[in-house]
Nanobody, 116 residues
């Protein structure tokens, strides 16, 4: 049973940067999709960035040009570099991996708060 744990969240001022990482309890060898979702208070969980096997990352319009999704080559889990953060980016961020057989894993979430 694989578990995902996000790290790197915290409090940052507008315009600042954070890098989120996703640690797996055991190696991920193959995936259909990996990426990040987020959920702000009172809102549904929504896509931040998603990488299929092709490596062609799909970004939410609200984060294009500011966030970069990369794959941790050692672990096959997603990292998220977040630059020029805005208060509206405040949310709990969740690591996501979908396996070829269709299984889905979610991390427990890490809080990102953007405020001056």
């Amino acid at each position: 049973q694989v578990q995902l744990v996000e790290t790197g969240g915290g409090l940052v001022q507008p315009g600042g940067s954070l890098r989120l990482s996703c640690a797996a309890s055991r190696s991920v060898f193959s995936f259909n999709y990996m990426g990040w979702y987020r959920q702000a208070p009172g809102k549904e969980r929504g896509l931040v960035a998603l990488m299929p096997r092709s490596g062609n990352v799909n970004y939410a319009d609200s984060v294009k040009g500011r966030f970069t999704l990369s794959r941790d080559n050692a672990k096959n889990t997603p990292t998220l570099q977040m630059n020029n953060l805005k208060p509206e980016d405040t949310a709990v961020y969740y690591c996501y991996v979908q396996f070829p057989a269709g299984g889905i894993l979610w991390g427990q979430g890490t809080q990102v708060t953007v405020a001056s």
